[in-house]
């Protein structure tokens, strides 16, 4: 599975970016995660391929949302009321079985795209 990322960019606090990432292969669940200098990388939203299951972390539920389109086997994160917390390099991720578990845990995911940039500035 391959996986292209793209959407990311420059923001003030309060806007809105989406991303997009574009895969091949088989998709049962299709994540993002993000990373910033020193941490590690954390689960940001998930979901799986019928779209009816979705898990998100605390930090972004209510702002961010998460969908699937199937037929361009794409995810899509809406971010919306960014924070500068929010600034990191965004993944997305691949778990290519298993659709009815829509895990949080970096360690479920096999595949992983290149990373795309968001910084919300203050």
């Known amino acids: 599975v391959q996986l292209q990322a793209s959407g990311g960019g420059l923001v003030q606090a309060g806007g809105s970016l989406r991303l997009s990432c574009a895969a091949s292969g088989r998709t049962a669940v299709m994540g993002w995660f993000r990373h910033t200098p020193g941490m590690e990388r954390e689960f940001v939203a998930a979901?799986?391929?019928?779209?009816?299951?979705?898990q998100y972390s605390d930090s972004v539920r209510g702002r961010f949302t998460v969908s699937r389109d199937t037929v361009r086997n794409t995810v899509n994160l809406e971010m919306n009321n960014l924070k500068p917390e929010d600034s990191a390099v965004y993944y997305c991720a691949v778990r290519p079985t298993h659709e009815t578990y829509v895990s949080t845990s970096r360690e479920s995911y096999i595949y992983w795209g290149q990373g795309t940039l968001v910084t919300v500035s203050s």
């Open positions: 979901i799986n391929r019928s779209g009816v299951r979705k």
